[in-house]
């Protein structure tokens, strides 16, 4: 199981670089190829030189690089996809695929294939409803607009205050220790 | 929710807002792999979770640096939960030789699993009362946290070198069959003299030869007899008298030195108690064999220093706590005012053996203060010894920056004693 996993990584990081290649080649934005590509190049550095910190600058970088060349004049689902793939791999990297905990008892196999499956699910469905809607056009009447400024607006407010509620426990939970 | 779950949430956040700033709708649908993700999370996130676990330790008394075998048994009584993270705390001095126990796992419905680890650790009290168990979606967005009964423990005893060399013969002060050579006659088998011979006595007994010289009479051969000594043994465990350089291994080689004169003296069939010196008086009290040596070791697992001020100094030192006449092996690098406190011990009639470990390595210093002060307190530990020693105290000392200094000096002492 350790070396599908590992397979499907590298498989996940290749994709991700032709992907986003692609995008970058026909939109001749050759910065944004070489910063897309530095950023995949880091997901094959072994584990004791990829720091804690890594996978963070690796979604925002990525995530920035996305965002900035969906203003490209080319089909954005090519950043798109490159994205998917990138997030899949990181997925991957969180859950252990380097590390030495992948061995031959039962749940971890099990737990490694339910994971892949899931993430395999959770690309795919991604990949298909980015597609269906960057070829359909629809317009969002402005109610609804409101609507989800508010739920959003509410969102936030429910997330910080979990936020504060949980910084409060930590501390009560330091002082008492 | 864990950390990442947030992460998402605030990614999809600036995403939505770069988007209404921009007015660009492909900013908007980068949303939705991470819409999806979280779906996927909350579909997937199990709703109740219903587990029974059970440790199982491999042994419950060890060496230091011997495997040590934990085998954790979960059982879902409850439905399946697509990843279950064990979270076991790691204690100090522990290090981890096969085996991960924070792993993820899947485990279905009525399933068991079993999860085990092995590690090697350093002397103390390994103890666990809860198992920590996070279940949660494939993903570890949305995370329950359970903690169950799981209790274990194990002692990893302190390690200890071989004193078989070390024939100390303490002065026996129990009258009851033992090794040790009393001073009076009585069973036994080294030759102790002659006298006549009494009705009663063993035939085997009779000195035939003597016999003969003396016409009319018979002459009886006397054997010294050999009595159980009681032995204490007294570790210091003051904070104060490792406060030095390398304090903490003259600590565990006093650990080490007590570990295995205990194991010496009851081998030889002593009667042995032990007094720990640290923030509360740790006595085991007089008792022979196997679980008594037990009783012993497992204090000494877990014993660490003090820093109590009653117990600052000797001079409280609950002595009565030994029997009268006692050999009372002391186990300590010495402090400067101990000296007035051991000529006491030994005018009240105990039998004394001082084992001092010492850290001869002087620190590599130009500071001529410090220079000078390093070999002030070397006289000042000689001179103390020297009055020790004057006493008639047989007193072991070893250097700790020297492997196999310990069992080399205290064979080298009955060497010195026989000469």
């Known amino acids: 199981m350790k070396s599908n996993s590992k397979t499907l990584y590298a498989l996940c990081g290749i994709i991700s670089a032709l992907t986003f290649s692609a995008g ?8 944004g190829l070489a910063a897309a590509m530095v950023l995949i190049v880091f997901y094959f550095l072994p584990k004791q030189f990829y720091p804690d910190w890594m996978p963070i600058v690796q979604l925002v970088g ?3 690089l996305s965002a900035g060349a969906s203003f490209l004049p080319v089909p954005p689902f090519f950043f798109f996809a490159g994205l998917i793939f990138a ?15 992948f061995s031959n008892l039962q749940g971890q196999n099990a737990y490694s294939r339910t994971h892949l499956v899931w993430l395999a699910g959770v690309c795919l469905t991604s990949l298909l409803l980015c597609g269906i809607s960057l070829t359909m056009e629809f317009k969002i009447p402005f109610i609804l607009m409101i609507l989800l400024v508010a739920g959003i607006a509410y969102l936030n407010y429910r997330l910080i205050s979990l936020l504060i509620d949980h910084s409060n426990k930590k501390r009560i939970s330091e002082k008492d220790q | 929710m864990s950390k990442k779950t947030y992460l998402i949430f605030i990614i999809l956040n600036a995403l939505i807002l770069a988007a209404l700033f921009s007015r660009n709708r492909a900013v908007a649908l980068l949303c939705i792999p991470f819409l999806v993700f979280l779906g996927v999370g909350a579909v997937a996130a199990p709703r109740k979770v219903a587990l029974r676990v059970n440790r199982e330790l491999s042994i419950l008394r060890t060496a230091e640096g011997l495997p040590v075998t934990v085998r954790l048994t979960v059982e879902n009584i409850g439905g399946g939960i697509p990843r279950l993270q064990v979270i076991e705390p790691g204690f100090q001095g522990m290090e981890l030789v096969e085996g991960d126990p924070t792993s993820c796992f899947s485990i279905s419905q009525s399933e068991k699993l079993e999860i085990s680890y092995t590690f090697k650790a350093s002397r103390g009290i390994y103890s666990w009362q809860m198992l920590k168990l996070q279940a949660s979606d494939p993903f570890g967005l949305f995370e329950q946290t359970c903690e169950l009964s799981a209790p274990g423990r194990v002692y990893i005893f302190p390690e200890q070198v071989d004193l078989r060399q070390f024939k100390f013969r303490p002065m026996p002060n ?65 904070a104060l008298s490792y406060y030095c350089v390398d304090g903490e291994k003259l600590f565990e080689h006093s650990v080490r030195a007590a570990a295995s004169l205990a194991t010496n003296f009851i081998s030889q069939g002593n009667r042995v108690s032990m007094l720990i010196l640290n923030d509360r008086l740790v006595r085991v009290f007089p008792g ?27 001079k409280y030192l609950p002595v009565k706590l030994f029997p009268n006449h006692s050999l009372i092996a002391i186990i300590s690098p010495l402090l400067p005012g101990d000296f007035p406190y ?48 004057r006493l008639r105290v047989p007193v072991v000392k070893w250097n700790v920056n020297q492997p196999q200094e310990m069992s080399s000096q205290f064979a080298r002492f009955v060497k010195v004693k026989t000469r």
């Open chain 1, 24 to 31: 970058f080649i026909s939109a001749q934005q050759w910065l």
């Open chain 1, 62 to 64: 990525l995530l920035l």
């Open chain 1, 87 to 101: 997030l899949a791999g990181l997925e991957m990297r969180s859950q252990g695929v380097f590390t030495s905990g």
């Open chain 2, 174 to 238: 129990v009258r009851s069959t033992g090794p040790n050579l009393s001073r009076l006659p009585g069973p036994g088998i080294d030759f102790w003299g002659v006298r006549e011979y009494h009705p009663g006595d063993a035939l085997r007994t009779i000195h035939w030869r003597k016999s003969a010289h003396h016409p009319g009479t018979l002459i009886t051969k006397e054997f010294e007899r050999e009595e159980i000594a009681d032995i204490g043994i007294l570790l210091d465990a003051r």
């Open chain 2, 288 to 314: 022979y064999g196997k679980h008594q040596l037990l009783r012993i070791l497992e204090e000494l697992s877990g014993c660490s220093k003090g820093e109590r001020v009653s117990f600052d100094t000797l």
């Open chain 2, 342 to 389: 051991i000529s006491r011990l030994k005018a009240e009639g105990y039998q004394l053996l001082l084992a001092t470990p010492e850290a001869t390595n002087p620190v590599k210093t130009r500071n001529a203060y410090i220079t000078c002060a390093q070999r002030m307190a070397a006289l000042e530990r000689a001179g103390t010894l020297k009055q020790i020693q």
